[in-house]
């Protein structure tokens, strides 16, 4: 049995820019943070002649075309791989809550692919890209590359796209007593909503590949506030950081109808007054998980706890997507 692990993440900056239909004209720039929450994929051997594929629900195929989860059947084909196979995920955080399960499930899947085949020298860098493969080439998922490199990479990382699709990677350079209180003051909690991300993102491709002027300027000026906001962790500005947050928080909501909604703003505002600096919502909008950065962390939870908004406790992850077993 072979047993891969993938983490989820926390987007701190440049989201958004990391979509073909952006960087393709303009090239992007995001940053990113892993945390301990993963995605588990189990690849086993089968004794049956078929693939047996586990999740949220049961699949048993004779061939890859049979399978109707996109990303494995289309993972399996890149793979040539089966039948004979069992393949089964699990994860700490149910997916459509913005914290990037999509690209989680997709890396720990071929890099437990990739071991079955007795392949174990694939870079963080070309799992990253197989994975972008298949879910914006092969599913034609309005997605960009975020989710995907952050979770091959993992640690706090940020990445420049260019226009042809290359990405380069740079672990951010952040002194440990800078990265240990960033890591104490930030605080996720539940929204108590699950959705898809995938009509603010096709939305957002659309006025994009149309040169809406409107979300372009939007995106310019995400782009420029993800690279303010990596200065300011890299200087140790973590007071600049939160407040970097709440202006990225502010032009984020602007960008799609529905990006949010009075639970989602009463939260936010409860947060700030209790003490948060900044914050935003995870993902690409609608509900999932808010972010705060607070230098006030008991003050901040007691008020959501009040509120009903349920905390997810975390730490930073620097290993990335991995073999476990």
């Known amino acids: 049995m072979i047993i891969a692990r993938s983490p989820m993440r926390i987007s701190l900056g440049g989201g958004g820019t990391d979509l073909p239909s952006y960087y393709q004209q303009f090239g992007g720039f995001f940053i990113s943070a892993a945390i301990d929450k993963y995605m588990y994929i189990l690849v086993h051997q089968s ?8 999740y949220s629900q049961l699949e048993r195929a004779l061939t890859t075309a049979d399978i109707k989860h996109p990303i494995v059947r289309n993972a399996l084909e890149m793979m040539n791989l089966g039948p004979n196979l069992e393949i089964a995920s699990m994860a700490d955080i149910p997916a459509g809550t913005g914290l990037g399960s999509s690209g989680a499930f997709t890396t720990a899947l071929l890099l437990g692919l990739h071991a079955y085949q007795k392949n174990l020298l694939v870079s963080p860098h070309d799992l990253a890209e197989q994975a972008c493969e298949i879910e914006i080439n092969k599913c034609k998922e309005a997605v960009g590359k975020q989710d995907q490199y952050i979770a091959a990479y993992g640690g706090i990382t940020s990445f420049d796209v260019a226009k042809d699709g290359t990405v380069c990677a740079a672990p951010a350079n952040l002194d440990p007593s800078t990265l240990y209180t960033l890591e104490d003051n930030l605080a996720i909690f539940f929204t108590g909503y699950s959705r898809t ?7 957002q491709n659309e006025k994009s590949l149309q040169a809406d002027g409107e979300m372009l300027e939007n995106l310019h000026y995400i782009k420029d506030l993800g690279q303010r906001i990596k200065s300011a ?6 007071y600049t950081f939160g407040e970097l947050m ?4 502010e032009r984020k909501r602007l960008r799609s109808v529905g990006m949010t909604n009075p639970r989602i703003d009463n939260l936010y505002k409860l947060g700030r007054e209790a003490g948060a600096v900044g914050g935003k919502l995870m993902g690409a909008g609608g509900g999932g998980f808010l972010l705060f950065y607070t230098e006030k962390k008991q003050q901040l939870r007691e008020a959501m706890a009040q509120a009903g908004a349920q905390e997810l406790r975390f730490r930073f992850d620097f290993e990335g997507t991995k073999i476990l077993v």
Request: hydrophobic share 30%; no cysteine.
């Open 47 to 54: 004794w049956s002649n078929e693939y047996v594929i586990k």
């Open 197 to 203: 991300g995938s009509d603010f993102l096709k939305d």
């Open 233 to 238: 962790l890299e200087q140790g500005q973590l």
């Open 246 to 249: 709440h202006e990225h928080w």
